[in-house]
C-alpha cells in the first residue's frame, strides 16, 4: 500500500513560485509514475503534469514553461516547482501514484492519491 502526503502549498501573489513535494511510503517508489493533479471550484480534477522512472516528462499546456516537476528516488519525493504563478493556477493539487506510463494520463490510470494541498494565488 502506497501512502502519498503532499505539502508546500499556500497563499501566493501572483508572478510568484512555491514548490509543492509529495513524499511517498510504502511501495517501490522508483517504479512509479508519479502525476501532480489540480482541482479548481466548479472544475474537474485535471493533470497537471508526471514523470516515470526514468525521468520522462508531461505538462498540461497551460503550464508548459512555467512548472517543472522532479523527483529524487532517494528521498521517495517528488515535486512540482510552480513559478510565474496566476490566479487560474488556484486550486487544490494531488500527486498520485501508478505503475503504467500507458493510461497516466488519466485520473482513472492511477491508484494511489495524496490528500491534498491548497494553492491560492492572489491577484
Known amino acids: 500500500q502506497v501512502q502519498l502526503v503532499e505539502s508546500g502549498g499556500g497563499l501566493v501573489q501572483a508572478g510568484g513560485s512555491l514548490r509543492l513535494s509529495c513524499a511517498a511510503s510504502?511501495?517501490?517508489?522508483?517504479?512509479?509514475?508519479m502525476g501532480w493533479f489540480r482541482q479548481a471550484p466548479g472544475k474537474e480534477r485535471e493533470l497537471v503534469a508526471r514523470?516515470?522512472?526514468?525521468?520522462?516528462?508531461y505538462y498540461t499546456d497551460s503550464v508548459k514553461g512555467r512548472f517543472t516537476i522532479s523527483r529524487d528516488n532517494a528521498r521517495n519525493t517528488v515535486y512540482l516547482q510552480m513559478n510565474s504563478l496566476n490566479p487560474e493556477d488556484t486550486a487544490v493539487y494531488y500527486c498520485?501514484?501508478?505503475?503504467?506510463?500507458?493510461?497516466?494520463?488519466?485520473?482513472?490510470?492511477?491508484?494511489?492519491w495524496g490528500q491534498g494541498t491548497q494553492v491560492t494565488v492572489s491577484s
Open positions: 498520485a501514484a501508478t505503475t503504467y506510463w500507458l493510461g497516466s494520463s488519466r485520473e482513472s490510470g492511477y491508484g494511489y
Open positions: 510504502g511501495g517501490t517508489f522508483s517504479s512509479y509514475v
Open positions: 514523470i516515470n522512472s526514468h525521468s520522462k516528462t
